[in-house]
């Protein structure tokens, strides 16, 4: 009797034993980015020099925002039109609300403010200026997009090098990230954009950010359109730190001394509301 | 001066109650401004809002083509302090409370509302002028 009980406690144990063994499966070893070497960094002099700091050509953007607009669907080039004539008539859309990222490509695309890019091992990493928030980490190190899409304002980017000019692909940008072509004139990506950029010295101190935006929601085909930027070398073109939201405030102090941001107000177009 | 800011603050949440008007800060157009037109307010500094992404100059003073207003507080809009910096020599301190300065500006399309996008300021003390034109920095190398 007793050598019944403990081997039915042992089938009992050895069955609980194999259940949890298949409810939490293996885990899988840990991806490590490895410790660059010094020709890691020796193979970083090899690159171009896009050092510096880079502004961009607005009457370029301006111009193509007529010239090569991209190619809309129906639904949305009725919107666009209205948009044009909204901003037109001085009642410009806001689509940059709420101080979010312009994103990516609309920062590449109608951005008013410069940018630097940094090259470190297995990276190349753009840094903007104005919105605090505005940066993008492109990954030269071989690995793929992720097997499960997790959106962000600047998607996921691996790049690799064909000559001295940088490809990159990008996908994973939130739905809601603009398709913009002036601050006034843009829609909702809407899911499942993919950019693909080709950027490289068109001169000595002229970058070019060759653009293929696929876009299904709401283009018809592929959209081409190239960016200019102008390298900047005087500190005084050293990018600064710029928190959008503080436009949201003013600078005060409280009635214990200290000092705070009070709240002003804004229009429906973003700009202060004037007194009347 | 708190309590100044916080009676301004006041009134503007009064306006934009009366309104219906949103809070809402971002990189914007500047399509509400009428860039065909140039107006000149004297008067003094009432405040400089060093921000992202649009800094803004609020003067007390008269404008030339609105003489009937008379003396009234208007809000210039500009770029950011960065591009201010770059393309319009502007400091932090470019301007102070209280200084005199003459302002060249576009008006808001909206006559009813005085605000303007800045096109120029100088400062009457010094004479010192500072722009406000972003695309003047098209081209490399600039100094």
Redesign the interface.
Known sequence: MRSQFLAMMFIVLASAATADAQSTPKKPPAIINPAPTAQDYADLAKLPDWSGVWNPKITDQDRQARTNPPPWNEKVAKEAEKMWADEKAGRPKLIFYGCFPEAHPSWMLVTHNAMEILFTPGRVTMLGESDGNRLRRIYTDGRAHPDTSDPTFHGHSIGHWEGDTLVVDTVDILPQAPLAISEAVGVPNDGDMHVIERIHLAEKDILHVDLEITAPKILTAPWKTTRIFFRQRARKFDIVEGVCQTGDYREAQDDNGHHIFVPVEKTEWGNLVAPK | ??KH??SM?VL??A??AA?G??????????????HSTTMTINGEVV?L?W????V?LSINGIVKERAEDGR????M?M?????L??AGGWRRDAVKPGDAVEVEFSP???S?????ALKKVTVAATGEVFTAN??E???????
């Open positions: 001066m708190t800011l916080n603050a503007a949440f306006g934009v309104l008007i949103a809070s809402v800060s971002a990189h914007h157009s500047a399509t509400m401004f009428d405040e809002r921000v992202n992404p649009h803004s009234a507080v208007w809000v809009e770029t950011s302090p960065g591009n910096v770059r808001l399309r909206d009813d509302r005085k605000g303007g972003l695309r920095q098209e081209r490399p190398g600039l100094e």
